[in-house]
């Protein structure tokens, strides 16, 4: 009888474990998947707060280019793409991608405009932008840091044997393709008069 007892308390010790082990590292996947999610909120502050900018910035520059619509109208097109791409991060990543391009057209035209670098409300919002596109590039590198972290302890043991049967799916980086390469760099411009 003793002998029976000591192998019912080493199974239970072995299922106490076996129990304990699941939920740790199951909370470590929870933990880390709302790592990411916070990151992606950061990402998404610092978007909303570009979209916010980008029309006080296109109406600021409207009188000054009266010959340039189109370029105009390519930079609020773009944010409007970009503001309805959702949460789909690779749509995202395009749209953003986009955007980055036309207002990186609308700064090139805008350099031509001596009146539009006088603009202390121009200048301003230049470097509004330009803070906030380098809030976006540190959003982004938190959320690719927090994604790696995430997709390792998903891919590794013992988190791999978790992760699938409780519906850990693989996070997406924020990835900028050879075709979008060019939203690599934060858009500069000058429009302090300077000529280059």
């Known amino acids: 009888m003793t002998g029976v007892l000591i192998v019912i ?69 773009a944010r409007t793409r970009a503001m309805a791409a959702g949460d789909n991060v690779a749509q995202r990543s395009e749209a953003e991608g986009e955007l980055t391009r036309s207002l990186r057209s609308l700064f090139a035209v805008a350099e031509a405009y001596p009146a539009l670098r006088a603009s202390e409300n121009v200048q301003s919002l230049q470097e509004e932008l330009a803070s906030t596109e380098n809030r976006v590039a540190f959003a982004r590198q938190h959320y690719n840091d927090a994604v790696m972290s995430y997709n390792t302890a998903r891919g590794q043991l013992p988190g791999a044997l978790i992760a699938g049967p409780m519906g850990f799916r693989e996070a997406d980086s924020w990835e900028i393709d050879a075709a979008n390469a060019a939203a690599r760099d934060v858009p500069q411009v000058d429009l302090s008069g300077a000529t280059g």
């Open 9 to 77: 308390v080493a199974l239970l010790v072995i299922v106490v474990l076996l129990i304990a082990w699941v939920m740790a590292t199951y909370n470590g996947l929870v933990a880390k998947r709302n790592q990411v999610r916070n990151a992606w909120a950061q990402i998404d502050v610092q978007l909303r707060r570009r979209h916010d900018l980008i029309p006080n910035l296109v109406n600021a520059v409207k009188g000054y280019m009266e010959h340039e619509r189109n370029v105009l109208q390519s930079v609020t097109n």
